[in-house]
């Protein structure tokens, strides 16, 4: 069974930065794609950022520019880099793995931007 676990998430002002780390207990390069979602209170689940497994990126619009996605193959890790935040942008945010078969999802990590 594949487990995905998120951290970095915390409490930071508006224009600062995080960095959050998804850890894969496999081989991520087995995943088609790896993905970042967020989910804010009271809204539905979103896709934030993804990448695939020939490193093809995509963005929401409200984040383009602000966030970048990125995979290391040999540490098993997928990151969101996260810059010029903004209160927004609060929210649990969500891994998803995609495998072959199946989608793994981590439990979330809570972002919370203070203005």
């Known amino acids: 069974q594949v487990q995905v676990v998120e951290s970095g998430g915390g409490l930071v002002q508006a224009g600062g930065s995080l960095r959050l780390s998804c850890a894969a207990s496999?081989?991520?390069?087995?995943?088609?794609?790896m993905g970042w979602y967020r989910q804010a209170p009271g809204k539905q689940r979103v896709l934030v950022a993804a990448?695939?497994?020939?490193?093809?990126?995509g963005y929401a619009d409200s984040v383009k520019g602000r966030f970048t996605i990125s995979r290391d193959n040999a540490k098993n890790t997928l990151y969101l880099q996260m810059d010029s935040l903004k209160p927004e942008d609060t929210a649990v945010y969500y891994c998803?793995?995609?495998?072959?078969?199946?989608?793994?999802w981590g439990q979330g990590t809570q972002v919370t931007v203070s203005s």
């Open positions: 998803k793995a995609t495998g072959v078969l199946f989608e793994y």
């Open positions: 496999g081989s991520i390069s087995s995943f088609r794609a």
């Open positions: 990448i695939t497994n020939g490193g093809n990126t």
